[in-house]
C-alpha cells in the first residue's frame, strides 16, 4: 500500500527538493565530513542533488552496493561514476569497485541517509524486508546520523521492528523534519 502511495505522490521531484533543502539546513549535514547515502531512484526521494551538494563542499561521499547479499560502501568521486544496475539501482560498476582506496567502512560514516518504504515518528523503518539496511547501520559508530528521507505518504503509525532492526535519528519529509527521540550522542 505505501509503495503504491509513494508512486503515485504528486509532485515528487519538488517535494525531493524540499527535503534536500531541510537535509541540507541540519547541523548533522554540515558538520559531517563523510556522508554514506543511497542513490535515489524512481519513486524514492532523490538523492543526486544532495551528492552535488557534498562535493561541492568538499565531502567524502559513499554509495552503497550490493554485494553478495550484503551492502558495501563505496567512496564516489563524481556521479558519473554511477551506472545502471539490479533492481533499477544505481550503482558504481564493478571496474571501479575493485580499484585500490575505494572501500569504505561504515565506521568511516558521519551521517547515513536512508531509505524505506515505511517510517514512523519514533524512528522506524521499514524497508524491502532484506535487512540491508539494518545489517550496514548495525556496523556503523554509534555517533553516526541516521537520516531518513522520505515522502509524508510514507509515514504511518507504527512500523513493526524486531531487534535486528535499526532505528533511525530522524526522519526528513516536505512537511518537516522530525526528530524521533532517540538518543543520539
Request: charged content about 25%; glycine content about 10%; some cysteine.
Amino acid at each position: 500500500e505505501i509503495l503504491a502511495r509513494r508512486a503515485a505522490e504528486p509532485g515528487r521531484d519538488r517535494k525531493s527538493a524540499t527535503i534536500a533543502e531541510r537535509v541540507q539546513a541540519m547541523p548533522a549535514f554540515t558538520e559531517a565530513g563523510t556522508v554514506a547515502t543511497y542513490v535515489g531512484v524512481g519513486p524514492e526521494v532523490a538523492t543526486l542533488p544532495l551528492i552535488t551538494a557534498l562535493f561541492a563542499a568538499g565531502r567524502r561521499v559513499a554509495v552503497p552496493w550490493v554485494d553478495r547479499g550484503e551492502l558495501r560502501l563505496f567512496e564516489l568521486r563524481s556521479v558519473d561514476e554511477l551506472a545502471p544496475a539490479p533492481f533499477g539501482l544505481l550503482e558504481p560498476p564493478a571496474e571501479l569497485r575493485g580499484q585500490a582506496g575505494r572501500s569504505m567502512e561504515p565506521a568511516e560514516v558521519d551521517l547515513f541517509l536512508v531509505p524505506g518504504v515505511a517510517f514512523d515518528r519514533a524512528g522506524g523503518r521499514l524497508g524491502h524486508g532484506r535487512g540491508y539496511y539494518d545489517r550496514l547501520l548495525a556496523r556503523a559508530r554509534a555517533d553516526a546520523a541516521r537520516v531518513a528521507l522520505a515522502f509524508e505518504c510514507q509515514m504511518v503509525d507504527q512500523v513493526p521492528m524486531t531487534p535486528a532492526d535499526v532505528p533511525v535519528h530522524w526522519v526528513v519529509t516536505e512537511a518537516g523534519v522530525q526528530e524521533t527521540g532517540l538518543s543520539f550522542p
